[in-house]
Structure formats: structure tokens, C-alpha cells
């Protein structure tokens, strides 16, 4: 993908674990502060599986849009997956906004931990989900001989919110997605020992 990529959290642990894995990568702007004063084409918002989108960064971007984009995105969860987005799934869809024109709902939890757990991998198959939908809608586009609408694509720490990853996890996590769909570095699993090492590897705390 040709895209220029905004990572932006209000959180400083969160924006220095996404400068120790993207600082070195070009297309990517790192940054702390509020995603929502940037002019990007389309945000990735990280969600719950059922779309109630009452705190974080979706709540503000609900707010912004006068409460409208809630009912939308639990009407699309309920009319494609029987009320519930399982992790690992993302939806691009218009706004209805000038900015962000295009958003990409990726949950990251279920439903929000009541505190943080053992690391898990929801902050890797969020982002890989986002990043896969954003490519198959440029895809799409181009096949279809018309313009995609994105140019530049925004996200928050995926997980560290409400899904209560720790911030240095998540930024891994999220990493390890970015290479595999926007660098092209798809990993090819022949074992399920392979796969296990994999996943092992996503949930390791070493970088705390």
C-alpha cells in the first residue's frame, strides 16, 4: 500500500512503544496528541465486538460526528454479523463527516477487561484486520477504475485503551501487523509449532 500512516495516542508509554518499533520506517508519522486534529484521509477506530462506542477514542469520534455514527456502525454489526464484529474482523465505511471521510471499525476486545490481564494477541489481529480491510478497499477501487478516497490512514494505540494492553505490547503487536500487510512480510505458518512460536512471540513482556 502507498499510503502515509499517522500514529497518534494521548498517551506518551503508548506514542514512545510506537516509536521504538516505527521510528525507523518511512511513511510513518509518529506523534503524541489527538488524533482528531489531524487531516487524514480515514481513521482506524478501535471498537468493541458490539459497537457501543462510550469511551476512548470512539466516543469522541461519535461525539464529533453528533452521534451519529454509532447507531450506523451496530446497524452494519447487526445486519453482517448478527450483532457481534468478532476480533480479527474490520469494516470500512463513510463517515459522513469531511474528516475522516472513511473510518475502519476493528474491535479489540469483546467487551472491555475490568482490568489489565495477561497480554493477549487482540492488538495484533485488530490492526492486521484494519490494515487488511483498508487494502482490499483500495483494491476494490482500483479494480472498479475509480479513486479509493485514501491517501493517508490515522490510528491510536490499537488495544491500549479499553482493551488494557500494555503499551509497549500493543506497539509490538501492531508492528508485527504493519510489516506483514503494508510491507508485504506475510509469514507462511507450516507447522502449528510455527504458528504457536508465532503467537508466543506476540505475547511476550520483554519489552516493558
Known amino acids: 500500500m502507498s499510503l502515509t500512516f499517522h500514529l497518534r495516542d494521548k498517551n506518551p508509554e503508548v506514542v514512545k ?16 496528541g489527538d488524533l482528531l486534529e489531524l487531516k487524514v484521509s480515514a481513521v482506524v477506530v478501535p471498537i468493541n465486538s458490539f459497537g457501543i462506542m462510550s469511551s476512548g477514542f470512539a466516543r469522541d469520534l461519535n461525539l464529533k460526528s453528533n452521534g451519529n455514527l454509532e447507531p450506523r456502525i451496530r446497524q452494519l454489526i447487526a445486519d ?13 465505511l463513510t463517515s459522513g463527516m469531511d474528516s475522516p471521510e472513511i473510518i475502519v471499525v476493528s474491535p479489540t476486545v469483546r467487551v ?10 487482540n492488538t495484533y489481529l485488530s490492526t492486521r484486520a484494519a490494515l487488511r480491510a483498508v487494502a482490499a478497499y483500495m483494491r476494490k477501487a482500483k479494480q472498479e477504475e475509480r479513486d479509493s478516497n485514501i491517501q493517508s490512514v490515522a490510528m491510536v494505540g490499537m488495544g491500549t485503551g479499553d482493551g488494557k494492553m500494555p503499551p509497549a505490547v500493543a506497539a509490538f503487536q501492531m508492528y508485527e501487523a504493519y510489516c506483514q ?12 509449532e510455527a504458528a504457536s512460536a508465532h503467537d508466543q512471540e506476540l505475547r511476550k513482556s520483554r519489552f516493558i
Not at 525507523?24 to 509518529?30: G, K, Q
Not at 453482517?80 to 470500512?92: D, H, I, K, S, W
Open 80 to 92: 453482517t454479523y448478527a450483532g457481534e464484529l468478532p476480533v480479527g474482523n474490520a469494516e470500512v
Open 17 to 32: 512503544g510506537l516509536q521504538k518499533f516505527f521510528a525507523s520506517l518511512a511513511h510513518v508519522d509518529i506523534g503524541e
Open 181 to 192: 500487510v503494508v510491507l508485504g512480510r506475510e509469514p507462511n505458518f507450516a507447522t502449528i
Open 112 to 121: 472491555p477487561p475490568d482490568r489489565m490481564t495477561n497480554p493477549n494477541v
